[in-house]
């Protein structure tokens, strides 16, 4: 493969980079103009063929997801795109939206030609001041240009964009939950199926698609399925459920580095590498005790870890959720993991959003419990009982609506069985991490 050279943030830190008259300086709308050429499940092939994978979460194959639409639907049919981008360390999204927009404005653009839809909704979280504006301004100029509107480009295809400033929930992030929201509604994810391809925003056929998978798609039109597939991790022969990791990938790298920042590498960048050669390695010398490697939901990596490859399968190899986010939380050997995990369980304790029954209480019990722990008061049969109530709950033991519990439980999983003996050496200490008013608080 030749040497890599980033697309999907090539042009962050260009002057007026926002703008459409810098973007198509740039060359941007080729790929729009390429794809109104093309017919529609000639694109879909292509990005099937591409093997690009969702970049929100899940992994999902993107082509084959809209192949599920119903075919010959009269319509509407919709394209809702998910920048609620609510997962702790994940970053990507924004710096496309504030940075270069036009890029997923076309990519919006030719997912809608290529699935027949006339609307797209921009479902975008609404700490995302800058954000917004940027995206508000690209989306004017766009029908100032005749990029957007009745007759996209000349070519008579309609397309609409409409942002929608979501309320900043973590469950806005699971698409049912998303679509629920938009419609002005309780985020509370709906029982699957129907999917929402087939019943989706306001009843109608919806495919939901991350931010960074839009951006992706415009240099796939533009660059093709071979250059797309030299990059990355190639699907393994023997594994029929394994769809490979191609193209590159924005990692959002934070925690204890000394160079946090947002890096586009292909997929199956090892931990190490990303946290040594683009984040500087650690300060003060200290070494790494733990990493997330995409978001806390997907669990952590312990240090004889960190040769883990980041593409989709790597982290599950070794006990992770998945590559998640790709948002990498570094954890020196000083901060303690009893700390870590409680601000996990937190966390997901107060976003879950209450439906399930399982998660809702889940949650909060592991959050009182590692209360419990940290304020000196813990036992060591805690560490059973958290065991058993992250493995009683969510999608995968099949108690839950959506996977917000699994993502809750996760790390929980992770940290126990990984760091066992931190957790059992401060319980038998008896020791306090937590401020006095902290004893008094309610979960």
């Known amino acids: 493969m030749a040497k890599f050279e980033p697309v999907l943030l090539a042009r962050i830190g260009k002057p007026d980079s926002a703008l459409l008259e810098t973007y198509q300086r740039d060359g941007g709308y080729s790929a729009l103009k390429k794809a109104l050429g093309m017919a529609p499940e000639e694109i879909i092939n292509t990005v099937k063929d591409s093997g690009l994978r969702g970049r929100g979460g899940a992994g999902f194959p993107t082509g084959l997801k809209w192949t599920f639409l119903p075919k010959g639907h009269p319509g509407p049919i919709y394209l809702a795109i998910n920048a609620d981008e609510s997962e702790p360390g994940t970053f990507n999204n924004r710096i496309l939206m504030e940075e270069d927009p036009h890029q997923i404005i076309e990519g919006i653009i030719i997912s809608c030609f290529a699935i027949k839809s006339n609307k797209s909704f921009l479902y975008l979280r609404y700490e995302y001041g800058k954000s917004y504006r940027a995206l508000e301004n690209a989306v004017n100029e766009c029908y100032a240009a005749g990029i957007l509107g009745d007759n996209v480009m000349g070519s008579g295809f309609k397309c609409d964009i409409v942002l929608h400033r979501g309320a900043a929930a973590y469950i806005c992030g699971e698409e049912t939950g998303l679509i629920e929201s938009l419609e002005g509604k309780r985020a509370w994810p709906r029982i699957k199926p129907p999917f929402p391809a087939i019943e989706g925003a306001f009843r109608k056929p919806t495919i939901v698609n991350n931010i960074e998978t839009m951006a992706c798609v415009v240099h796939i039109v533009n660059k093709g399925v071979e250059w797309f597939k030299s990059m990355g991790v190639p699907a393994d022969p023997n594994n029929p459920r394994d769809a490979g990791s191609y193209g590159p990938k924005l990692y959002c ?48 990596l312990s240090a004889s870890e960190l040769d883990t490859p980041l593409d989709f399968n790597g982290p599950g190899k070794v006990g992770c959720l998945g590559l998640g986010t790709a948002a990498v939380v570094v954890i020196d050997d000083q901060t303690s993991m009893v700390d870590v995990l409680y601000n996990c369980c937190r966390f997901f304790s107060h976003e879950s959003c209450g439906q399930c029954t399982p998660c809702r209480e889940g949650t909060a019990w592991m959050t009182k419990i590692m209360h419990r722990i940290r304020s000196g008061q813990g036992e060591m049969r805690d560490l059973d009982l958290l065991a058993e109530v992250a493995g009683s709950i969510g999608i995968i033991p099949g108690t839950t609506i959506c996977g917000l519990s699994d993502g809750a439980a996760w790390p929980v999983k992770n940290a126990i069985k990984k760091f066992r003996p931190e957790f059992e050496e401060y319980i038998q200490s008896k020791r306090s991490t937590i401020k006095p008013a902290e004893l008094l608080a309610v979960h």
């Open 253 to 300: 790298l934070s925690g204890h580095v000394n160079k946090p920042g947002c890096y586009e590498v292909p997929l199956g960048i090892t931990a190490r590498q990303l946290i040594d050669e683009y984040g500087g390695g650690v300060p003060n010398g200290r070494g790494i005790k733990a990493v997330v490697p995409g978001g806390i939901s997907m669990g952590f």
